[in-house]
């Protein structure tokens, strides 16, 4: 059994853990504010690894809506999932709209 005591200090050495990991991560969550909308969005973040041939071609083949968020939140094999964080929701609604609507150029 632990004494109170003991509870007390397991506790707050928890806490402290816990709020290093919050302030590790602190400096990006700003970036959720960064985009503009969903073009922005693709121009700044997507494009960077689906126009050089990192990821697959993802404009022009009206991707579901909901398929392209599902990826963007879960990542898929090597591609990244972003967190609310990095994109928040309404962008990604946004983007995944602007990503199921794009033609093939
Ligand atoms: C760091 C590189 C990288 C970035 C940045 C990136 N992706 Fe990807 N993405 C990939 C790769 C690589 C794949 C292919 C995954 C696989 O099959 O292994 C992929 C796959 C996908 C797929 C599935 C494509 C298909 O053919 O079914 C979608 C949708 C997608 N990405 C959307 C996005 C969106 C939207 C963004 C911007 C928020 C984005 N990706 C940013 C690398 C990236």
Partial sequence: MLT?????????C???ALGAVLLGNWPQAG???EWKDGPDTYNRVCSYCH???VGPKITGRHLPAAYVQAIV?????AMPAFRPSEIDDRILGELAQYMSN???Q
């Fill in 4 to 12: 109170g005591r003991q509870r007390n200090i397991r506790l707050a």
């Fill in 14 to 16: 928890a806490c402290i």
């Fill in 31 to 33: 970036r959720a504010d």
């Fill in 51 to 53: 126009e050089t041939g």
């Fill in 73 to 77: 939140r879960n990542g898929y094999k």
């Fill in 102 to 104: 794009t033609e093939d």
